[in-house]
């Protein structure tokens, strides 16, 4: 992979200087900091334009959710991952709307931590699977209009493949696991997104996870999904 230019946004300045040096040996390099949401939109105003916004989330609140949609639409293209020492749904919720393409823990290995971002940077979406369960339990207590999986008239192979989506496979890998070919994942894929009336890999994800259908990880890892390009 080739050198990834990243800015870091966090209040906490040894925090900032400790990922620079887990990064090092890594494709991604922080080309710039701010401590703050308000100096980041500054640095992109006057012309930084990142590959991966790395951004820590201080309250959850709407001043830092508007923050954030706005830091998207000024870097359309730009790869947002929110990285927090907090498990709380309310930011996830903030994230997710968004368009963040990931929310990972503090506490990551280095190791994990990188590939985590190589997956965001090919287009994936990593967060927590527990997460996002609490956040999908508390929509559907709100409206109660999910349909049981048997409702949704999905085949054995669409359930398959969404345990796979939860256990944050990509095309190429769902199709090893399964002995398809890459295409013929695609075309299920398509199938089971409009069944359970999802855009894209992520909300389908979650939606399994609301409807009990268990990947290898789920609770435990993270929700790898590959938007739709």
Same mark, same amino acid.
């Given at each position: &992979?080739?050198?990834?230019? *990243?800015?870091?946004?966090?209040?906490?300045?040894?925090?900032?200087? %400790?990922?620079?040096?887990?990064?090092?040996?890594?494709?991604? =390099?922080? =080309?710039?900091?701010?401590?703050?949401?308000?100096?980041?939109?500054?640095?992109?105003?006057?012309? /930084?334009?990142?590959?991966?916004?790395?951004?820590?989330?201080? $309250? %959850?609140?709407?001043?830092? +959710?508007? %923050? &954030? #949609?706005?830091?998207?639409?000024?870097?359309?293209?730009? #790869? &947002?991952?929110?990285?927090?020492?907090?498990?709380?749904?309310?930011?996830?919720? $903030?994230?997710?709307?968004?368009?963040?393409d990931g929310y990972l823990m503090k506490d990551l290995s280095s190791? !994990?931590? +990188?590939?985590?971002? @190589?997956?965001?940077? &090919?287009?994936? @979406?990593?967060?927590?699977?527990? /997460? !996002?369960?609490?956040?999908?339990? %508390?929509?559907?207590?709100?409206?109660?209009?999910?349909?049981?999986?048997?409702?949704?008239?999905?085949?054995?192979?669409?359930?398959?493949?969404?345990?796979?989506?939860? $256990?944050?496979?990509?095309?190429?890998?769902?199709?090893?696991? /399964?002995?398809?070919?890459?295409?013929?994942? @695609?075309?299920?894929?398509?199938?089971?997104?409009?069944?359970?009336?999802?855009?894209?890999?992520?909300? *389908?994800?979650?939606?399994?996870?609301?409807?009990?259908?268990?990947?290898?990880? !789920?609770?435990?890892? *993270?929700? +790898?999904? !590959? +938007?739709?390009?």
């Open positions: &992979m080739d050198t990834v230019r *990243a800015f870091l946004i966090d209040s906490n300045k040894l925090f900032r200087e %400790g990922l620079k040096r887990l990064l090092d040996d890594s494709p991604f =390099q922080i =080309q710039a900091e701010a401590g703050n949401l308000r100096e980041a939109l500054g640095s992109v105003e006057n012309g /930084l334009k990142p590959q991966l916004l790395l951004l820590d989330l201080q $309250n %959850g609140g709407d001043e830092e +959710a508007e %923050g &954030m #949609r706005r830091l998207r639409a000024l870097l359309p293209d730009t #790869r &947002m991952v929110i990285l927090t020492s907090d498990l709380c749904t309310r930011r996830l919720a $903030n994230a997710l709307e968004a368009g963040a190791d !994990a931590l +990188a590939q985590s971002l @190589k997956l965001v940077m &090919m287009g994936e @979406k990593v967060f927590p699977t527990h /997460l !996002a369960a609490l956040l999908i339990s %508390g929509r559907v207590n709100g409206n109660g209009t999910e349909m049981p999986v048997s409702r949704k008239g999905l085949s054995q192979r669409e359930v398959q493949i969404l345990r796979c989506l939860l $256990n944050g496979d990509s095309n190429k890998m769902i199709a090893n696991h /399964l002995n398809i070919t890459e295409a013929t994942v @695609k075309v299920h894929l398509k199938s089971l997104l409009r069944k359970i009336n999802a855009s894209n890999r992520t909300q *389908a994800a979650i939606w399994a996870l609301n409807n009990g259908i268990g990947g290898e990880l !789920a609770g435990a890892g *993270a929700v +790898a999904a !590959a +938007a739709n390009q």
